[in-house]
């Protein structure tokens, strides 16, 4: 899709009256408790210019499976070794600060807000990879994770997007079916090890569909493998990965 064709793209989303109906709650939310910056604290916006301006946002070239920096667009030594399970991942911007503060507080702080600023800058992202999908879904989290948690910050990406694009969200075709530990210090092979068929593909909802699933933040792209994997497995046709962040190590390329 062009630029133009991709603003032209964004600006009608946000059109849609209930994508604004949503965005207007936030709004409101924001003007009856003033907000503090997620990245450097300075009160009046939840997400302030400055710390916008220090985003480093991916574009290309990259390898066209997992979406990490490659020269000259060449397919990554992690995915030529192993083909992994989706089909793209693409990721809005390197997992670095003030970023990274912000979906922590996201994350951990329950700052939930955040979830309709950045569904934004994914719907960027969207308007530039011209995928054909027929439903959205996020991560599943583990039961006792999101009773501690109360909420899936993957799914608070997930739903502004799906009503920005009219795409439907659909909670229920993907499930993890088995508790996992945290990925965070984790290894490559420890991540795939730990996520490895803990997830359950709805056969009524994916056969023969074209997915996207949206996640906060990629590392190894394990996760979004293994979820790839379950939903292929349930007859998915296409399944593709959309995350605000990624982390960046040159050694893949």
Same mark, same amino acid.
């Given at each position: 899709m062009a630029v133009n064709g991709a603003k032209y793209y964004v600006d009608s989303c946000q059109s849609n009256p209930?994508?604004?109906?949503?965005? *207007?709650f936030w709004r409101l939310v924001d003007w009856i408790y003033p907000p503090r910056c997620a990245g450097c604290g300075c009160l009046g916006n939840r997400w302030c210019r400055d710390c916008q301006s220090k985003i480093r946002e991916i574009y290309p070239p990259y390898c066209q499976k997992c979406g990490i920096p490659t020269k000259g667009g060449k397919i990554c030594l992690n995915c030529n070794s192993s083909e992994p !399970?989706? $089909? +793209?991942?693409? +990721?809005?911007? *390197?997992?670095?600060e003030p970023l990274r503060s912000a979906l922590h507080r996201l994350k951990y702080h329950r700052d939930i807000a955040l979830a309709d600023l950045f569904a934004l800058n994914l719907l960027n992202l969207f308007s530039r990879v011209q995928w054909d999908v027929d439903f959205i879904t996020a991560v599943p989290l583990g039961v006792a994770r999101l009773k501690e948690r109360g909420y899936n910050q993957s799914a608070l990406l997930a739903y502004p997007l799906s009503l +920005? %694009?009219?795409?439907?969200?659909?909670?229920q075709a993907l499930k993890r079916i088995r508790e996992t530990e945290s990925q965070v210090k984790l290894n490559i092979r420890e991540r795939k090890e730990n996520v490895s068929n803990a997830f359950y593909g709805n056969r009524d909802l994916v056969?023969?569909?074209?997915?996207?699933?949206? $996640? $906060?933040?990629?590392t190894t792209g394990a %996760?979004?493998?293994?979820?790839?994997?379950?939903? !292929?497995? +349930?007859?998915?046709?296409?399944?593709?990965?959309l995350t605000l962040a990624r982390t960046y190590n040159n050694r893949n390329i």
């Open positions: 209930s994508y604004r109906l949503y965005r *207007f !399970k989706y $089909d +793209a991942i693409r +990721a809005y911007a *390197f997992y670095e +920005a %694009t009219h795409i439907p969200y659909r909670s056969t023969g569909k074209n997915i996207l699933i949206v $996640d $906060d933040i990629t %996760t979004l493998n293994a979820c790839a994997s379950a939903l !292929k497995n +349930a007859g998915a046709n296409h399944v593709y990965g």
